[in-house]
């Protein structure tokens, strides 16, 4: 194949480039791939958490085997709600971060609630707040991600400016 999918660069231009250490060392340095970095860690750690140890606060509460993943369900139906209305807005309103740093502090919230408390059913509450608050910011990251992919391969050769 000569020609990439998009007809941006032929195969002979690539064939030619030589791997240079400075462009590894450029990427990694820049200040946007370490704060989306940090960003996707910071929205990552909280959602697997939060998967790993609702079974145990759900067992705290006396549930058992089939029982015990149904009440796991409303936490997990708030979030699914919460994403759908989330996402809604932020595309509504052509904004991202008011949605992402509410969700956040959201989530922070409920994790307070998580640590603080010693009664199940507070702990169980706070389930809530963990997942209506980091669920939605996952597909945030995912959009602007797939937004900045997207417009590397908006034009093709043939569409440039002549």
């Known amino acids: 194949m000569n020609i990439d ?9 690539v064939d030619t480039e030589k791997f240079s250490w400075h462009w590894v060392k450029i990427a990694i340095l820049n200040w946007n791939t370490a704060l989306l ?5 910071a929205i990552i750690t909280p959602i697997y958490s939060y998967s790993l140890f609702l079974p145990t606060i ?8 089939v029982k ?16 759908l209305l989330v996402t809604y807005l932020s595309d509504r309103f052509k904004q991202r971060g008011i949605f992402m740093l509410s969700g956040a502090t959201i989530d922070i919230i409920g994790y307070i609630m998580l640590i603080a408390s010693s009664e199940p059913l507070v702990q169980y509450g706070g389930t809530f707040f963990v997942a209506v608050g980091i669920f939605p910011c996952s597909p945030m990251i ?9 417009a590397t391969f908006t034009y093709a050769t043939s569409d440039a400016l002549r």
Do not use: E
């Open 5 to 13: 999918s998009q007809d941006a660069v032929s195969s002979s231009l």
């Open 37 to 41: 970095s940090l960003n996707f860690f």
């Open 58 to 65: 759900i067992s705290a509460l006396g549930y058992k085997s």
């Open 68 to 83: 015990a993943n149904l009440v796991t369900v409303p936490p997990n139906m708030a979030a699914f709600f919460a994403v």
């Open 142 to 150: 995912c959009i602007v991600n797939c937004a900045a992919f997207i």
